[in-house]
């Protein structure tokens, strides 16, 4: 988070942080500990539309792409305003969650387990997901935490493959 948003703010000292996912890139499953490699990481400003991504590839940025007039206009209450809020990291969470829930890594789409970043705009706080899937494979499971607390905040199942 902190390498693309010094990244970002080379775009727009305005530039705040919005959400981040990681990405499938690997050809074998990978977050078995809680970490990826990989990560589209997004920024917006308040209240304009301009979005700005920073691709992160093995620690590195790996590319930036601005978006002018892609996002939402939204005000600040959906950005995240500093990194420093997360006190619970992925790791400690994906253990978490084996132990909430009978959570599978991925093994053909979204391989391992992904985790992903976000802000609760009504709540006021930071979300760490943990994503996998049920046993079945059919279903990804998401699981989100506020990232301050570590408490879980909302379970999602979600079929894929669904037409």
Not at 93 to 114: C, E, R, V
Not at 143 to 155: H, P, Q, V
């Amino acid at each position: 988070m902190r390498l693309a948003q010094k990244e970002a703010l080379k775009w727009n000292k305005e530039a705040m942080l919005y959400n981040g996912s990681s990405v499938d890139r690997d050809e074998t499953q990978t977050g078995m500990e809680g970490r990826r490699k990989h990560w589209n990481i997004q920024f917006g400003i308040p209240n304009k539309t301009d979005w700005y991504v920073v691709t992160i590839r093995d620690g590195k940025v790996w590319g930036e792409t601005h978006l002018p007039n892609e996002l939402d206009s939204m005000p600040e209450n959906y950005f995240i305003s500093n990194v420093k809020e997360f006190k619970y990291d992925t790791p400690k969470l994906l253990k978490k969650s084996q132990k909430i829930t009978k959570i599978y890594p991925g093994d053909t789409f979204a391989k391992g387990y992904n985790f992903g970043f976000t802000k609760d705009p009504k709540k006021n706080f930071p979300l760490v997901m943990v994503i996998g899937w049920d046993e079945t494979k059919k279903s990804m499971i998401y699981l989100m935490y506020n990232a301050i607390t570590g408490e879980l905040e909302e379970k999602i199942e979600r079929e894929q493959y669904k037409n």
